[in-house]
């Protein structure tokens, strides 16, 4: 529901997607983008979810750990990167009303938006998004003057994150409402 949102943020909330990513590694150069996943924080959510080929086989044992994809099965079953990107980029237009740029907002955005900006432009030539980033971690900290380390997952709410690219997008959009509309 719109109504709750504050008045200073409203119009903005309907250009921003809440994007999480699960990646077989720390950087696009070397590694994987396996899934995206992504939801509008307008009412009603739109939501978007794609698993993708790897370009890689190349893995963290980390990473691994936490996103617990297969990667020789997405080999098979995954999208390849420029339909996977194409059907990202469709959605976004989509889900955004014409004429305004989306902003893509993520809890620790700048390792999301790293490999979806080189995803975009490796496979399509141009990022949707532009450069147009929210990090709610970073926003938390100026909006409540927190410390970095009191804006970790496990310090703002209950809900842990479960390395499901389209669960966290939804649940990184609900921290986000919360902390703006006050309702924490």
């Not at 903005?12 to 696009?28: F, H, K, L, T």
Request: proline share 5%; net charge negative; hydrophobic share 40%.
């Amino acid at each position: 529901m719109q109504a709750d949102w504050p008045d200073w943020i409203r119009t903005d909330i309907n250009r921003m997607v809440s994007v999480d990513v699960e990646a077989s590694g720390p950087n696009p150069a070397d590694y994987a983008l396996l899934s995206i996943g992504a939801c509008t924080l307008n009412s009603p959510r739109e939501e978007f979810y794609v698993e993708i080929q790897p370009t890689t086989m190349n893995s963290e044992a980390q990473s691994q750990e936490i996103h617990q994809l297969d990667l020789e099965k997405l080999s098979q079953t995954g999208q390849p990167p420029e339909v996977a990107m194409r059907l990202f980029a469709d959605w976004i237009a989509e889900s955004i009303s014409s004429g305004i740029s989306p902003l893509f907002i993520g809890f620790n955005a700048p390792f999301d938006w790293m490999f979806v900006c080189d995803y975009f432009h490796r496979f399509m030539g141009i990022n949707p998004f532009g450069h147009s980033a929210l990090d709610i971690k970073s926003f938390l900290m100026g909006f409540k003057y927190l410390e970095w380390e009191d804006t970790s997952m496990a310090r703002l709410t209950t809900t842990v994150l479960r390395h499901n690219a389209l669960e966290d997008a939804c649940d990184q959009a609900d921290l986000f409402r919360r902390i703006v509309t006050g309702s924490e």
